[in-house]
């Protein structure tokens, strides 16, 4: 599979982003997807993840406690699309929005960079304060 992420831009605090990552391959659907971040100087930390239509996975979201209640992740499989719908953006938020998989089979940590093998190029966020 192949990742490609869009939608980024430059919002003011308050505002919102929808983030797309559009996969490619038939098998998509099978696939754990996360959405990290990295800023400039920080490194790259967790944002979301969304499961597999089946598996251990199927049905399970996550959030990093610093987007919970703003953030939404969702997946369209029929469009091999996964996005994540920003809102109440912040400043603190401004980075590079990277999706990523994990290998098929059981799930590792969903919070974890080295969980996941295959990476999208990344799409840049900018918070105007």
């Known amino acids: 599979v192949q990742l490609q992420a869009s939608g980024g831009g430059l919002v003011q605090s308050g505002g919102s982003l929808r983030l797309s990552c559009l996969g490619s391959g038939r098998a998509f659907s099978e696939y754990v997807i996360g959405w990290f971040r990295q800023a400039p100087g920080k490194e790259r930390e967790f944002v979301a993840h969304?499961?597999?239509?089946?598996?251990?996975?199927?049905?399970?979201?996550s959030y990093a406690d610093s987007v919970k209640g703003r953030f939404t992740i969702s997946r369209d499989n029929a469009k091999n699309t996964v996005d994540l719908q920003m809102n109440s953006l912040r400043p603190e938020d401004t980075a590079v929005y990277f999706c990523?998989?994990?290998?098929?089979?059981?799930?590792?940590?969903?919070?974890?960079?080295?969980?996941?093998?295959?990476w999208g190029q990344g799409t840049q966020v900018t918070v105007s304060s």
């Open positions: 990523a998989t994990q290998p098929r089979g059981r799930p590792q940590s969903y919070s974890r960079t080295s969980s996941y093998n295959v």
């Open positions: 969304i499961g597999a239509r089946i598996g251990w996975s199927a049905g399970t979201t």
